[in-house]
């Protein structure tokens, strides 16, 4: 083999090689600029569409209960209502109180007792509710039943009420069936909403 033919052999064999290379940096282009980002891209959408599906089952199952928790919706709403109508109303503790006290007054007079005196009381907050009582003394009643139907009346009122305290005595051990004695009556008002506090200056 003569020089001439070896050099043009080595010539060929060079430029197939540069060719071999500009193939394979086409390839490497094609594959980091096209094919990586449609795979990133395809691997993206699948989880896009897993997230939708995963949504569309909870939301099937959704629809599926939809009419029982509508049901359950409504029933807590009438509760809730239920529960609103047995507060004390007023805007604030001492309406309140004033409706409470009224109340009172009413079944005193249906049962035939009378007042001596009455207070009302400080009124104590609950985590939802605040507590109105009012402390009353009642003139001596010679009927046992009176003030047994006056307790039964204010325990069984509409109202959400309740004796949170009760004092009876015999003022004349001669005539033990006179009692008179003292009260404290508690009812309920919903929680008034505290008022931000200002901005600090």
Do not use: C
């Amino acid at each position: 083999m003569n020089s001439r033919s070896f050099i043009q052999k080595w010539k060929r064999s060079k430029r197939g090689f540069f060719w071999v290379l500009i193939g394979i940096a086409i390839l490497i282009m094609i594959l980091y600029g096209g094919i990586l980002p449609l795979m990133d891209e395809m691997k993206k959408a699948k989880e896009e569409i897993s997230v939708k599906k995963m949504t569309l089952e909870r939301y099937s199952k959704f629809l599926q209960h939809r009419k029982s928790i509508e049901e359950e919706l409504e029933r807590t709403q009438r509760q809730y209502e239920a529960l609103q109508q047995r507060l004390l109303s007023g805007g604030n503790p001492q309406l309140a109180a004033a409706q409470l006290q009224e109340i009172v007054k009413k079944i005193l007079d249906r049962n035939g007792m009378t007042l001596r005196s009455f207070r009302i009381l400080e009124a104590k907050e609950t985590p939802f509710y605040q507590k109105i009582s009012i402390h009353i003394d009642f003139n001596p009643v010679n009927n046992l039943l009176s003030l047994i139907q006056f307790i039964y009346e204010i325990e069984h009122h509409e109202k959400e009420l309740m004796i949170s305290e009760m004092d009876l005595m015999v003022p004349n051990v001669r005539n033990p069936t006179h009692l008179q004695g003292s009260f404290v009556i508690t009812g309920l008002m919903k929680k008034m909403e505290t008022k931000g506090k200002g901005k600090e200056g």
